[in-house]
Structures are given as C-alpha cells and as structure tokens.
C-alpha cells in the first residue's frame, strides 16, 4: 500500500483509479483500509477545489416538495397565504423570518433558508410617490 498526499489533478485521477480496483475490499482488510484511507484523501481534495455550494431557499424549497410529494398549497402554513407561496417559489419574495422558522419544521436547514441571496425584485413606486420625489428635487 503507498498512499500520498493529493496535490495535483493526476495524483486525483491516480487515486480514483485505485480506488476503483479496490473498492469490493472487505473492511479489515489491508486493501479495505488502503480503500478507506483513499476515500478520506479524494474527499478532502474534492472538498478544496470542487467546493459545491448551498442551494438557493427556493431550490430547497423546491426540492424539499418533491421529496416529500408536496404541492404548492401544502405550503401556506408555512408561508402564510397561496399568493405568498406563489411569490416565494417564483423569487418574487423573499422570505421572512417567520418563513424561515416555519420552513426548519420541514426539515430544510436553516443555514440555507438565511444565507444571503439577490434580493427579490423592487416593485415600481407608485406613481404618485414619483411624482412626489420629482416635484420635491425640482
């Protein structure tokens, strides 16, 4: 067994290949823990230069109905209304803070319900409150 450090894109390649012929090693075994030392080794590699990050909230979101069979409506008590859900799952909203616990109760982190994503769209000033803010600089 020699096992190194992985430091370039062919010691991973290497790695992987070794990995592969090993892997039906039975635990215990020289070659399962020479596999098992491996597979720490790619992770960390991997880890460092293919990081992945956290879904958006609304991929969660998303992906959480879908494991679960979920619908649209069976989020309003969760978000609060179908007009609410509608503008969650679309980006138009972002979510509030009490989304955000009641979301935890599905068992979405709440490290990916908070991170800090492209705020929603601004909707327009009504028209009146423009005319307001020009005729105030004017």
């Given amino acids: 067994m020699h096992i190194k450090p992985i430091h370039t894109a062919a010691d991973h390649e290497a790695a992987l290949a070794r990995l592969d012929a090993i892997f039906d090693a039975a635990p215990g075994t020289p070659k399962g823990d020479e596999a098992e030392v491996l597979t720490l080794l790619i992770h960390h590699y991997e880890e460092k ?40 799952l679309s980006g138009r909203r972002r979510l509030s803070l009490t989304m955000i616990r009641n979301l935890i109760g599905l068992g979405i982190p709440a490290e990916v319900l908070v991170q800090d994503v492209k705020a929603a769209p601004k909707r327009p000033a009504p028209r009146r409150a423009v005319r307001k803010r020009h005729l105030a600089t004017a």
């Fill in 49 to 88: 230069h293919f990081p992945v990050g956290l879904p958006s909230p609304v991929d969660a979101i998303r992906f959480r109905m879908d494991q679960q069979g979920l619908k649209p409506k069976d989020l309003v008590p969760y978000l609060g209304s179908p007009s609410k859900v509608s503008e969650v």
